[in-house]
């Protein structure tokens, strides 16, 4: 059982296109033993200073995953039947299939922000330069695509990224892509701004007809930018000029756009032209497309989403937490559906304004910091949230983040395994805190972090501590906290694959046009911080380092992660094996094989 625990609880996933319900990014394939949720309906208090005991829900969650499958085995040879006709042991491909998305495919242009982006490239329509890919834990494994060859001109000061693509490419018109369209193609992307990382970009310059450099404003010193540009759409100039790709999209990919109601259903045909040779087909491509034809149905409601599921209708399922029990053992769908789940790299957790000009001043004293954290009952918080759909973390990253220390989790000596009001009141008697009531500031509508502020609420007053919410849109609320006199503390929520990238976005001064980062951290208030979180972005794979930030977050007491998600998924069995690309895990359907018999 142990062996079983620790397979399943490492692994997560984002099923992007196909996904019924939200998804974050999130993956790392290391083995972690983590908790992974509770079913409890009552909150579990542990007495003063212990750690928290191992809950009855754990192990229901737990037994509640026996006969669900793990993502990453999903993805092995091994998970495939051979006594069974398959797409991989036969020249025949499955005829169509019908996904489900939560998601309006409003437009279908290569270069758009956020999750469109990876879903345009990934559905695909549309390739980039390279993907990248995550093997073993190891994170930002490059994969060519379109490239045949990518090398930095000097390693040693990396401001020239050298690219040359196959010289025999061509799109769904049959035009040729060349350098000049891979130059065209990376600064539509740098004017749309479709992530950050292309401002590190200066411009691109055409070698010849097949090879581009990329230049560098200042030298690259992490995978994280590189994999990103590499990451672009690429796309025929002439095409562009002929098309409206917001309806009409003439990729390089292994299915086009065969037509679309919009806001309803998008039918995805395979290219039987596809350019490249079977030999040379990264993983995105590989068989050159196993299914004839892909429909995917917009469906926004969960519940009629399950109804499709249950019909037939649809080959993908995201599964709400209140029907979980129905594939369960006992259920009225127990193994008629192939089931597997992600636990998810984000968290959700709470973070003080140490800038110094925090409305209530105790929040500059790290005795009352200490004194919230140990006041609020994480485990209890996810009783309250989520009876299978979230688990408790024990560092500043979800457990299945690149570098999370598996490690983190055995430690019982601080705030992230200890409920202790007691403790919160001796701290909080230590400080000069009067009862002034702190500004706590959350993202409205988002159902498990809304709850979980209104707990902490009353486990703060429990101690003495007065908290007024203040939920507001994330517009609003990303103005609003650049303000550092406007709120003590704030409810937060980040993904990212990568711990580095993870603590990029929230605490790299850098991100940031206030001099401090998210949470008021500056050079002055805590020098030699920024160093550290320049260093981990430039190398992610050193645990000392990873291990040096987390430690300096908890002796200073500025935040602390509270839980991260479980998704649970349900998929029609005819799927023998998933393809997935990128460090995601974004799912390629027209690439997996399924059974034929």
């Known amino acids: 059982m142990k062996k079983f625990i620790v397979l399943v609880l490492s692994l997560a996933m984002v ?56 993502y990453l085995d999903f993805n092995t040879d091994e998970i495939l039947d051979t006594s069974r006709k398959s797409t991989a042991n036969s020249d025949e491909r499955y005829p169509e299939i019908t996904l489900a998305s939560n998601n309006e495919i409003k437009t279908w242009t290569a270069w758009q922000s956020g999750r469109g982006r990876h879903e345009m490239v990934l559905g695909g329509v549309w390739e980039p330069l390279a993907y990248n890919i995550e093997i073993d834990g190891e994170a930002y494994n490059i994969e060519p695509c379109l490239a045949e060859d990518i090398h930095w001109e000097d390693e040693s000061n990396k401001t020239h990224l050298i690219v040359k693509i196959y010289d025999y490419i061509k799109d769904f018109d049959g035009n040729e892509i060349k350098a000049s369209d891979v130059k065209f193609s990376i600064e539509q992307a740098m004017v749309a701004n479709i992530a950050g990382e292309y401002a590190q970009v200066d411009h691109v310059e055409i070698i010849d007809d097949y090879t581009v450099d990329i230049v560098w404003k200042a030298p690259c010193e992490s995978i994280i930018p590189e994999t990103t540009i590499l990451f672009t759409a ?6 562009f000029n002929e098309h409206d790709f917001v309806s009409d999209p003439c990729g390089t990919g292994t299915y086009y756009l065969d037509s679309q109601v919009v806001g309803s259903r998008y039918v995805l045909k395979r290219n039987e032209n596809y350019w490249q040779k079977e030999e040379l087909c990264c993983e995105a491509a590989k ?47 127990y193994g008629e559906y192939t089931v597997m789940f992600e636990q998810n790299s984000g968290r959700y957790g709470v973070s003080f304004n140490v800038h ?29 949230i989520g009876q299978y759909g979230y688990y408790q973390v024990h560092g500043e990253a979800g457990a299945t983040a690149i570098g999370y220390n598996p ?10 395994s200890i409920y202790d009001p007691d403790k919160a009141k001796e701290l909080l008697a230590q400080t000069d805190y009067k009862g002034e009531e702190l500004t706590f500031i959350c993202q409205s509508g988002q159902k ?11 486990e703060l007053a429990a101690v003495g501590i007065n908290v007024k919410l203040l939920p507001l849109e994330m517009s609003v609320l990303n103005t609003y906290k650049n303000d550092f006199t406007s709120w003590d503390m704030w409810f937060f929520m980040w993904a990212g694959d990568d711990i580095g990238q993870q603590w990029a976005r929230q605490l790299d001064i850098a991100s940031y046009e206030t001099g401090s980062n998210e949470s008021g951290m500056n050079e002055e208030n805590f020098p030699g911080f920024q160093e550290k979180i320049e260093a981990v972005q430039k190398d992610t794979r050193t645990p000392e380092l990873i291990d040096e930030i987390q430690n300096f977050l908890v002796d200073n007491a500025i935040q602390y992660s509270i839980f991260g998600e479980i998704n649970y998924w349900a998929l029609n069995k005819d ?23």
């Open 287 to 333: 068989g050159r497309g196993n299914v004839d034809t892909i429909n995917i149905e917009y469906i926004g409601d969960r519940s009629m989403c399950y109804i499709s599921f249950e019909n037939g209708e649809v080959f993908n399922y995201e599964i709400d937490a209140t029907n979980l029990p129905d594939f369960m053992e006992g259920g009225k769908h």
């Open 234 to 239: 690429i796309a025929s100039e002439k095409a």
């Open 356 to 384: 110094g000009d925090a409305p209530v001043s105790a929040v500059n004293d790290k005795n009352f910091r200490e004194a919230v954290f140990y006041a609020i009952d994480g485990e209890g918080i996810i009783n309250a």
């Open 448 to 458: 498990a972090g809304e709850t979980a502020v209104q707990i902490i609420q009353q």
């Open 15 to 70: 099923l992007s296109l196909a996904a019924c319900g939200n998804s974050n990014s999130s993956s790392n394939d290391s083995n972690n033993t983590t908790t992974a949720g509770n079913t409890n309906s009552e909150t579990t208090t542990a007495g003063a200073g212990s750690a928290k005991e191992e809950s009855d829900a754990k192990a229901e969650v737990v037994k509640a995953n026996e006969g669900f499958i793990s």
């Open 407 to 416: 490690e983190w989790d055995t430690i019982t000596d601080n705030y992230y």
């Open 575 to 597: 799927l023998g094996r998933l393809r997935f690309v990128s460090n995601h895990k974004d799912k390629v359907w027209g690439a997996c094989d399924y059974y034929l018999d």
